[in-house]
């Protein structure tokens, strides 16, 4: 008799944990790996064919040093609704002779991942001339500048400026003639953007949105990003004048971990 309480005791717990874990589903999920791109992601140039890409993380221009993990070539990745969204900001762009230059968006679990390694280990300063010039290596994580989740894996965040057309030159990263990022305009990599105070990626204070010590032009051009991309739909990060998250994105807890091929 007892065991056939116990056995109908654990039937109602399996069957009381299997409807909370559908009530209260798990805050965050990582999508299956080695699969491909939803339907509800698109490449950017299918949608806006005349924006300006210059994708770091598939190249050696970018705070490893190296190709990141998961970018298996330079196509340009986000849901459809970023895109949209995206494609708004260029119309108006385009009206003064301006385009948008994207330097990220999806952005796998998997190149996140390569970001903490590369972040514990200590020894790998390749580019922090160029990168993090003022900041120690083992400050990274206590700083905010590298964590193990990115909303860029979810779909709905960009890395971007604006640049003018025709695009000015830029010259091919040369990892051993590094500038300071935070340097003026005329000393740091001659990124073709018009002048943000920073380079991309940038970890340093310049880099905050709202910095005071930048100059009018430079506040001016972050002002005018910012205003375009809320006006559609985006939310800036306060540290990072380049980054912004379209606010009512369609995957707010799934961080996807599909490879950029």
Partial sequence: MIEKYLKSYLFLFVQILLIGSSIFPSCSSISQTNFSAPNEFVEITNVIPDIILDLRYSTNHNFLGVP??????????????????????????????????????FRPQRAVDHFVRWAKDLNDTLTKKEFYPTVNKDRLFIDGYI??????????????????????????????????CYESAEKRFKDNSIDMGTGFDCFHPLSHTENK????????????????MEKYGFRNLAEEWWHFTLRNEPFPNTYFDFEIR
Avoid: W
């Avoid at 990745?77 to 969204?85: I, R, V």
């Avoid at 100059?215 to 375009?228: E, F, H, V, Y």
């Fill in 213 to 228: 010590e930048l100059s009018a032009q430079q506040r001016a051009n972050r002002m005018l990003l910012r205003t375009l």
């Fill in 147 to 180: 964590a193990e989740k990115s909303g860029h894996s979810r779909g709905s965040t960009v890395d971007l400026t604006i640049v003018s057309i025709p695009p000015p030159f830029q010259p091919k990263f040369d990892i051993e003639k590094q500038c300071k």
């Fill in 68 to 105: 990141v993990d998961g970018y298996e070539t330079d196509k340009c990745l986000m849901t459809k609704e970023a895109a949209e969204a995206l494609l708004k900001v260029q119309e108006e762009l385009k009206k003064f002779s301006l385009s948008l230059k994207i330097y990220d968006a």
